[in-house]
């Protein structure tokens, strides 16, 4: 049984980091389109007309990940004030309440996200011309691993891999 666990854990770490690694890239990569835009803006009076839609959509895709990536280190809003004030018991199970609302709101992610997606197909970005559902994939990609996520959660593999990024902390 703890091979299944550790499994899941691997499968859960390797599928992390592409998406992790994408984001990171699309962060990398906006950063590097704006400041080029910023660049021939100022000394060539000059702007590449797909600038600004790429950039937009990479904001789009790293911020919509990042929700994802955010309830993986569990750095979502909790209620740690309140919750202290029960005991142990209840807070495992509130525990279980919280993951199952956070399990249901990737599914809310998945249906609508994709509805949409698939309804904004039709149309297009003005620069690219590529369909506007590349700027609408992402929900249900994010809603797929806020469920994956949650679900670990719920059985009790821990997903977290940076524990020293609990803000506001004083020890």
């Known amino acids: 049984m703890l091979q299944i666990w550790r499994t899941i854990r691997a499968v859960a770490l390797t599928i992390d980091r592409i998406v992790e690694g994408f984001a990171l890239s699309a962060l990398a990569a906006m950063t590097i389109i704006v400041t080029m835009q910023v660049v021939t803006r100022k000394l060539f009076n000059f702007v590449f007309f797909w600038s600004e839609e790429i950039t937009l959509l990479l904001l789009i895709w790293f911020s919509i990940l990042g929700i994802a990536i955010g309830f993986r280190e569990k750095l979502h809003l909790s209620m740690n004030a309140f919750m202290n004030r029960f005991p142990a018991s209840w807070n495992k199970v509130m525990d279980k309440i919280i993951g199952s609302c956070t399990f249901m709101f990737g599914i809310y992610f998945i249906v609508y996200g994709w509805d949409f997606t698939v309804m904004m197909h ?10 506007v559902s590349v700027m609408y994939i992402v929900m249900p990609i994010t809603g797929v691993m806020i469920c994956f ?23």
């Open 122 to 131: 039709a149309n297009t970005l003005s620069a690219t011309e590529w369909p």
């Open 149 to 171: 996520y949650s679900f670990l959660d719920l059985i009790g593999v821990n997903t977290v891999r940076y524990q020293h990024l609990e803000e506001g902390a004083v020890k």
